[in-house]
């Protein structure tokens, strides 16, 4: 059976630009396999995706993609040292109960490391709160009552976790709040970006 087609979402195909061609790729929170079969198909990649939702493991499965039903807080020890290129956590950071840990077992795991997050620190979303609501936008999407996101970080806090753990910013791609990547000279992106694109090395 030929596998479905997939389109991917504008973050993923900026994340599919900044893997390297031939690279053993690990997609942690891989959703459907969206970006892995991209990685597959057009870029030679191989891989592994990992997710928690039973029925997302079954789209990816259904797509042609290798997948792991895995618990990305507890599970990460199962892969060797330095078995994959690239790591990606894309749209995940902020689902996971131990973020930090998750970092370090992804540096462990792979010497390139690709992380997207949104920026609970925009503009919109701190006016928000002074108006006594809780952020709602594009990359911060749910009600407070039903969101699976469990950490709101800003890029600045972000930046200084990744400074902790020894991780060098290679590049980092803002996002407007439309989900565009924005030039090198967009200014004060802690308060205007709706999200970011990091790629990491080992200091």
């Given at each position: 059976m030929t596998p479905r087609p997939i389109t991917l979402r504008p973050d993923l195909d900026l994340i599919a630009h900044?893997?390297?061609?031939?690279?053993?790729?690990?997609?942690?929170?891989c959703g459907d396999g969206a970006l892995l079969h991209h990685l597959m198909a057009e870029h030679d990649c191989t891989g592994t995706g990992v997710e928690i939702d039973p029925e997302k493991v079954l789209a990816a499965i259904a797509a042609?993609?290798?997948v792991m039903e895995l618990d990305l807080d507890a599970d990460l020890q199962?892969?060797?040292a330095a078995s994959y290129d690239t790591v990606v956590l894309s749209r995940t950071i902020q689902t996971?109960?131990?973020p930090e840990l998750v970092l370090r077992e992804m540096a462990?795991?792979?010497?390139r490391l690709i992380v997207s997050a949104p920026n609970f620190g925009l503009?919109?979303?701190r006016?928000?709160?002074l108006s006594g609501r809780m952020p709602m936008s594009r990359e911060l999407p749910y009600s407070w009552y039903d969101t699976p996101n469990l950490r709101f970080t800003t890029l600045v806090d972000l930046e200084d976790l990744f400074a902790k753990l020894g991780l060098v910013i290679d590049q980092r791609i803002n996002l407007s709040i439309a989900g565009e990547p924005v030039g090198k000279g967009f200014r004060a992106a802690n308060l205007r970006a709706g999200a970011a694109v990091y790629v990491l090395s080992q200091g």
């Open positions: 900044l893997v390297p061609g031939s690279s053993r790729v690990l997609d942690l929170g042609g993609v290798p199962l892969f060797a996971i109960r131990r462990r795991i792979g010497s503009l919109q979303h006016l928000m709160l």
